[in-house]
């Protein structure tokens, strides 16, 4: 097992450039998970780790190594593929033994070392049988135990669970994080799946066009996203983004006034008619009942009549997507179960103001809450 560290990595494709000034270390036995849209670098960064890309510069360590020049086969990492990359002509035993056996390693030691892979794959079974006769999820833990038999320093997965089914992809999920668990080797996978990076990962990397966005831990990121692209990618669904511009009375939201909390007012210094754009949470807005707040004394509260658009009953959750008057915005809330609304109707929301965000409207930074200690 080692620490994985990069030191402001590049890498360019002619005059492309894929990842740009990428930095972080990676502590012996963590898991990291490194997510975002297509496209945004992260699987380039697990290929130059991996040696199957050459950074076109800055440093790369494994251990206290340096990889820059060391080839892929030298650098003692294992690596699972989205297609699983299993030999089609070998049996489950084989390829697990595959990686041993280029390495030399004795007969009898290949032979209990698969053993042993089998078992905590509950592949015991399965040991003579081609991957054709695999199913999905069957041949991904093959791919698994193929790396894990190697006892590498670093595991680096990519996309691994993107084939499977919903069911499979969930069961293979908990699997991975046991696995993990009990072997505790330093771990780098790549998912553009927020729901895997906030269960699998002790820290996340949240990159978008070839930068890092945000390094932190799943429920962190989750609390006090650093910009819009983090809040708006992690969350199912994603956080409501509404442009408004300040009044001396409150935020005005498509000719709808939501108060300014107390808070707010302390902490930032804002300038009527200038725009910003306000963040909330699905899981933050409910339906309006007067008379409850009344009851309770509840004052800070924002409201908005909406007409609803989309219901989706999940049985234990309602979803509903729902426009403010005038407006094609659509507005994510997630409701109890027992609620009924149906298309068409008009409803008064209340916004939880006390998990309100507000971003700069031009950069999309978060300038409120201003920090997360």
């Known amino acids: 097992m080692a620490k994985v560290r990069l030191e402001e990595i590049k890498r360019r494709f002619n005059n492309v450039t894929a990842i740009e000034d990428i930095s972080f270390e990676i502590p012996d036995g963590e898991f990291w998970v490194l997510v975002g849209p297509s496209g945004c670098g992260k699987s380039t960064i697990l290929r130059t780790i991996a040696g199957l890309e050459t950074a076109t510069s800055g440093k790369l360590f494994i251990g206290d190594?340096?990889?820059?020049?060391?080839?892929?086969?030298?650098?003692?990492?294992?690596?699972?593929?989205?297609?699983?990359?299993?030999?089609?002509?070998?049996?489950?035993?084989?390829?697990?033994?595959?990686?041993?056996?280029?390495?030399?390693?004795?007969?009898?030691?290949?032979?209990?070392?698969?053993?042993?892979?089998?078992r905590s794959l509950s592949l015991e079974h399965l040991l003579d049988r081609k991957p054709k006769q695999l199913s999905g999820g069957q041949q991904q833990r093959?791919?698994?135990?193929?790396?894990?038999?190697?006892?590498?320093?670093?595991?680096?997965?990519?996309?691994?669970?993107?084939?499977?089914?919903?069911?499979?992809?969930?069961?293979?999920?908990?699997?991975?994080?046991?696995?993990?668990?009990?072997?505790?080797?330093?771990?780098?996978?790549?998912?553009?799946?927020?729901?895997?990076?906030?269960?699998?990962?002790?820290?996340?990397?949240?990159?978008?066009?070839?930068?890092?966005?945000?390094?932190?831990?799943?429920?962190?990121?989750?609390?006090?996203?650093?910009?819009?692209?983090?809040?708006?990618?992690?969350?199912?669904?994603?956080?409501?983004?509404?442009?408004?511009?300040?009044?001396?009375?409150?935020?005005?939201?498509g000719e709808q006034l939501i108060a300014v909390p107390e808070i707010i007012r302390e902490k930032l210094q804002l300038r009527p008619g200038q725009n910003y754009d306000l963040g909330i949470r699905p899981e933050h807005i409910s339906i309006n009942e007067p008379q409850r707040r009344r009851e309770h004394g509840e004052e800070e509260v924002g409201?908005?009549?909406?007409?609803?658009?989309?219901?989706?009953?999940?049985?234990?959750?309602?979803?509903?997507?729902?426009?403010?008057?005038?407006s094609t915005v659509l507005l994510n809330v997630q409701l109890g179960g027992n609620v009924r609304?149906?298309?068409?109707?008009?409803?008064?929301?209340?916004?939880?103001?006390?998990?309100l965000f507000i971003f700069d409207s031009i950069t999309g930074d978060r300038i409120f809450p201003e920090s997360s200690n």
């Open 65 to 118: 190594r340096l990889m820059n020049n060391i080839p892929a086969r030298q650098r003692d990492v294992a690596m699972v593929f989205q297609n699983y990359a299993l030999y089609p002509h070998m049996t489950v035993a084989e390829n697990i033994a595959f990686g041993l056996q280029m390495r030399k390693v004795d007969a009898k030691l290949i032979q209990e070392r698969v053993a042993t892979v089998a």
């Open 142 to 253: 093959v791919a698994l135990g193929r790396a894990i038999a190697r006892e590498p320093q670093v595991f680096l997965l990519d996309e691994p669970l993107s084939n499977l089914d919903a069911q499979l992809r969930d069961d293979t999920r908990a699997e991975l994080k046991q696995l993990h668990q009990e072997l505790g080797i330093t771990t780098v996978y790549v998912t553009h799946d927020q729901v895997e990076a906030m269960t699998l990962a002790d820290k996340i990397v949240v990159l978008n066009r070839g930068r890092i966005q945000q390094i932190g831990e799943p429920q962190s990121i989750y609390a006090f996203p650093a910009n819009q692209m983090v809040a708006t990618f992690l969350g199912n669904p994603p956080m409501n983004i509404l442009s408004a511009k300040y009044t001396n009375d409150g935020f005005d939201v």
């Open 303 to 326: 409201e908005l009549v909406v007409e609803v658009k989309v219901v989706e009953p999940l049985g234990r959750e309602t979803l509903i997507r729902a426009s403010l008057p005038g």
């Open 341 to 355: 609304v149906n298309v068409g109707d008009r409803l008064s929301l209340q916004l939880d103001l006390t998990q």
